[in-house]
């Protein structure tokens, strides 16, 4: 199945991406970010998610640093 | 705050004609000339204060010259991602998506706000505190006709708490409503260009949460108070700005030059190798023979110290008398 994934790490960009079903958010940030999910917002289709959800086609995948550091 | 549903749609069709209608001939990049300019500038300072010799005025000019180069450096990479940005395809915006960031937006922050006179997006973020310092909250408003500019956005202190030595820095990382976007930058560029304007405002509200004590325009140790160039001690309401290189002293730091009677900072002040006295480095000049300082007065003539003259003084005599000083020699 289908689903979109913005990873905001970096140069933040939008993919479409092909997972398996039964896929859950947690399998997916480990896959495709990786380390502890407690510094980052995530979220499907622009809500909160727990790693244990599935993913559901067509959901949007955002994962968002909690700490994102300005310059001067 | 709830906005009305013909507002929030009519605003998302504006948003959607901005971000599809764009002419790419419009928005192409421009050289960062001014940053050049300025480089230039601090680079002829520093190498004419390296090359005189004035340790100290050569070291600010030296700080003032890694600044200026770090963003210029900074302004040729976003020159290329722009470049690079302009080659890509338009992405694909749909209007469902704008209208469910927008909806979305109202669940997230307590205020969000439409202008569709000033063509305006706003929201308002909860009253920002970092290291027990407080900011007070910020207003985000996003210019939509602008959405492809270089800055669509301003930063705005709602009830701003600026540092003391800067009014217009209303939070570590924030200017004269400017934000700087640090790391973030590209992932701030992306989401705008692709009308994820959920995400936009998210990642700007984490950055506001966030302190980087690596690169502030003013650090929160020093929010509440000036740091004295020299020492580092926070000064109160009274300092002094140094003439020479306009940094702020504290009293105990700064001086008169003994000329011209202006304040400077003790690491602008130096003393005059002839009678020990301090001037700024404007009072003082560099003897032409052994190249130390020395203030108009003790400088003899020809910009020549009294030490420097009478050893030229001697080394003449020496070579009109070679074999003593005023005898004929001896016939063989």
Request: hydrophobic share 35%.
């Amino acid at each position: 199945m289908r689903i979109y994934f913005i990873n905001h790490l970096g140069g933040g960009f939008a993919n479409h991406l092909d997972v398996a079903e039964g896929t859950t958010v947690g399998q997916l940030f480990d896959d495709k970010v990786g380390g502890d999910p407690a510094g980052y917002l995530i979220r499907v289709n622009r809500l909160p998610a727990s790693k244990d959800q599935l993913l559901q086609e067509n959901d949007r995948v955002s994962v968002t640093p909690i700490r994102i550091e300005g310059a001067r | 705050m709830t906005v009305p549903i013909d507002h929030l749609l009519r605003a998302a069709i504006q948003i959607h004609q901005a971000l599809t209608q764009r002419k790419r001939t419009n928005n192409l990049p421009a050289l960062p000339y001014s940053f050049w300019d300025r480089t230039s500038r601090s680079f002829h300072c520093w190498h004419r204060a390296t090359t005189r010799g004035w340790k100290e005025a050569s070291r600010i000019a030296r700080r003032r010259l890694d600044d200026d180069m770090h963003h210029l450096v900074y302004e040729i990479d976003r020159l290329r991602s722009a470049i690079d940005q302009h080659h890509q395809p338009m992405p694909m915006v749909s209007l469902r998506m704008i209208i469910d960031d927008l909806r979305s937006l109202e669940d997230e922050f307590d205020c969000i706000e439409i202008n569709l006179r000033e063509q305006t997006l706003s929201i308002t973020t909860e009253p920002i505190v970092l290291e027990e310092i407080e900011f007070g909250a910020f207003t985000i408003v996003l210019d939509w006709t602008k959405i492809h500019d270089h800055w669509p956005y301003r930063v705005v202190a709602n009830d701003p708490h600026p540092a003391r030595s800067n009014e217009d820095v209303t939070h570590p990382h924030v200017s004269s409503e400017k934000l700087c976007e640090g790391n973030a930058h590209l992932a701030i560029r992306n989401a705008l260009a692709e009308g994820r304007l959920f995400d936009f405002f998210v990642i700007l509200r984490q950055i506001l949460r966030t302190y980087n004590p690596s690169s502030p325009y003013v650090s929160i140790e020093n929010w509440h108070g000036v740091p004295c160039h020299d020492c580092g001690s926070l000064t109160g309401d009274e300092y002094d700005v140094c003439h020479t290189c306009e940094s702020m002293t504290c009293f105990d730091c700064s001086n008169s030059c003994d000329d011209c009677g202006e304040r400077c900072c003790g690491r602008c002040l130096d003393t005059c190798r002839g009678c020990d006295r301090s001037f700024c480095p404007h009072c003082l000049r560099d003897c032409e023979a052994c190249g130390n300082p020395f203030c108009q007065e003790c400088l003899i003539e020809n910009d020549t110290c009294q030490a420097c003259l009478e050893a030229q003084e001697e080394e003449t005599d020496a070579s009109l008398h070679p074999d003593g000083v005023g005898q004929a020699p001896l016939p063989p």
